[in-house]
């Protein structure tokens, strides 16, 4: 159904006030529709057509009243509201009206009001003169209330003395504060005079107050009332300090007296002063002992006083355990800090590194029953700081080290003096030579570092290591010992008598010490030598068989010096005598131990011992003595060498060196360049010598040339120049032989003065 266009204009206009109600009214339609099409979908439901009407028709009738008696209160309330407004507004301009009227009568009387200014004056003034009145029978009878006050202090009736002082002060700084807030400055020194007496009063308080709390571990034990009353008055006074704090507006002289804070700094300065302060501390190791063992015993029984009475009669807040403990903590610290600046010995040092970190903890002190668990100092730190406790301990190794280094070095001259006694080194149940050098020794390191271990691991390291480090010096000293000892007997060999059996005892010894120093580590998985340490017992050893190996040579010299001679070659028993020095110088060596993983010293001196053989016999060879006139007598030369280096290499067999092992075999190999009757053929006879002995020189195999006596000058200059040809390098595994040989300088040719050389 359409619509004609005077509807559209008298519809736009409502569209366009109203565009909500169009869009309900659009969507209430379309509602009615969708409910119509559901309802009235099948021809069946068409039959109730009439009482959906006839429902839906009272439905709106119900529904337009509803709006109706609504609209209709809406609008008895918006007259109602629009009387109110009307009878405000016609109110607001009658009080207008009447202010102006105020205004102008105001106006009209301003100058009656200057009348008032001074009555209001003469208000303040009648104020302030009716609070003089008050107090006036206060301010007359001040002195009397000095006086009475000083007698109750005098009588140790403090509670009621401060009372009444609290009450004198009240009244003076009221004073002051009213002339404070009315301006009157140049008054309050006048009031401050007429109340003078109180600050004398302040300070003989405060006097019976500090020493009450000076005295207080005696007064919490005999009459803990008085130590009490002092609390009281204390705790009184920092109220008023916090009043006065918190108002903030006027401050009264002497105001905050902040007695809290002297009582704990009066409390700290009795304690220090009784036990840290103003005693003189003997630093010697008994007396020290004395005033820490004094300490200790003080210290715990104060504590004890203040945990079990002096806690009891002071507010929890005051934490005065703590304070004590922390007074008596830092005091102990500073206490030791001075005793360590004095020149201590090693047993003071010691003393105070056990008493700081042992016994301080210990439930013989911090730790003790009666104490816990109220009292802890872990909170506090150490009583001595790393720093100190490592410093402490450096002086005491360096003390230790001294202390050391004097008994060793006593004990190397008892050493040093027995060697030269006219008896023989005393042996052990095996019978081997020894002395209570290592003994000692390792006994006093020993103690030294087990001593250390009760005090801390890292002091336990330090003397560990400083042991070590005088073991090292130690055994210097003992070869400068040795090569003293050794220089005195060249002088005489008869001095020492038994100069060889003190060299084994010193190579036993040796031993000794080398296999105990492991033992000497606190930790035993770890129980290794320093390579230091291992080179110094080995340096030791080396100069015991060197110069047990001197000794050898000195009797072999002048056995080897007839060597080779005619009467060598006739038969001699020059070698049989050598092999009765050797064989007598081995027996000596088989009274040394033997080592469990090392190169024994005796073998050491056997394999040593055949080398000075062998070179002694080689040097003897090389010193052209001797030149084989015929092929006869080089025979019976080179069946002599046969003969000796035979019997030389099987008394070392027999004394159980391997033929491997010995350097003999370069006679026999010498004994074939000499034996060759075919003198064209030395110069592969040498080049197999030079390569088997690579040390071996020219001046070496010229000299065996010279000794056959058969080489000419062409055969000398072939074999000379095939070494030249054929250099040889030196293996790392070889051990010289030729090398510490000498050959001496040819002798030249006699030369006439004017004639030609020969």
Sequence with gaps: MGMSAEDERAVSPRDEEWPEAEKAEKLARGAAL???????????????????????????????????????????????????????????????????????????????????????????????????????PQLFSVHEVFSHTLQLLRGQQLLEAHAELMMMEHLRDDILSQLHLRGLSDAQATVLSYFGGLQELNESLAKQLWDIVGSSLRLVRED????????????????????????????????????RQKFYRVLQETITGAHFHGTRVDTEGPGLARRLAALQKAIVSELRVVKDLMVQCVPAHYNILSVCTATYHQALSGHLQDILREDLDKQALFLLLEWALRVYHSPEMMGHPDLLPEVDVSALGPVMSPELVDQTERKYVVKVKASVLEWMQRTLEVEFKEWFRDEEPETDHQGFFQSALPVIVMQMLNENIQVASLISDSLQQKVYNMALEELEAFLGRLREALVQC??????????????????????????????????????????????SLRAALD?????????????????????????????????????????????????????????????????????????????QYLRALMQKKMVCKSEEERGQFCDRLLQDATQLRELFCGLGLDRSQQSLEAVFALRELIYLKDPALLSLEVLGFITKYPDVSDEHISTLLDLRGDVSKDVRHMVLEMMAQHPQALPESYRPIFSTILVPAPELPFCLRKGKCA
């Design 34 to 136: 969708k409910w119509a099409s559901g309802v009235f979908y099948c021809p069946e439901k068409l039959e109730g057509l009439g009482q959906y009407r006839s429902r839906e028709t009272q439905r709106n009738s119900s529904i337009q009243s509803r709006l109706k008696s609504t609209v209709q209160s809406y609008l008895e309330g918006v007259s109602v509201g629009l009387e109110q407004l009307r009878s405000a507004a016609q109110e607001v301009q009658s009080v207008c009206q009447d202010l102006g009227a105020a205004r102008w009568a105001l106006l009209d009387s301003a100058d009656r009001f200057q009348g008032l200014q001074q009555m209001r004056a003469l208000m303040a003034e009648h104020v302030q003169l009716a609070s003089v009145v008050q107090v006036l």
């Design 224 to 259: 803990p009332v008085l130590f009490v009353t002092a609390v009281r008055i204390i705790e009184r006074e920092e109220k008023i300090d916090d009043t006065l704090l918190l108002e903030a507006t006027f401050l009264p002289p002497g105001r905050p007296k902040g007695w």
């Design 486 to 531: 050794g220089k005195e007997h060249q002088k005489d060999r008869t001095v020492p008598k038994y100069y060889v059996s003190y060299l084994l005892a010193m190579l036993n010894n040796n031993l000794t010490l080398s296999s105990s120093v492991s033992s000497l580590h606190p930790d035993t998985a770890r129980r290794e030598v320093p390579t």
């Design 539 to 615: 340096r030791t050893q080396k100069k015991a068989c060197q110069l047990l190996l001197e000794e050898l040579l000195l009797d072999l010299q002048p056995l080897c010096l007839q060597l080779p001679s005619r009467k060598w070659l006739s038969g001699s028993q020059l070698v049989s005598s050598m092999c009765e020095v050797i064989d007598k110088y081995a027996k000596d060596f088989s009274r040394v131990r033997k080592p469990i993983f090392t190169l024994s010293p005796a073998q050491l001196l056997l394999t040593e011992s055949e080398l000075v053989v062998a070179s």
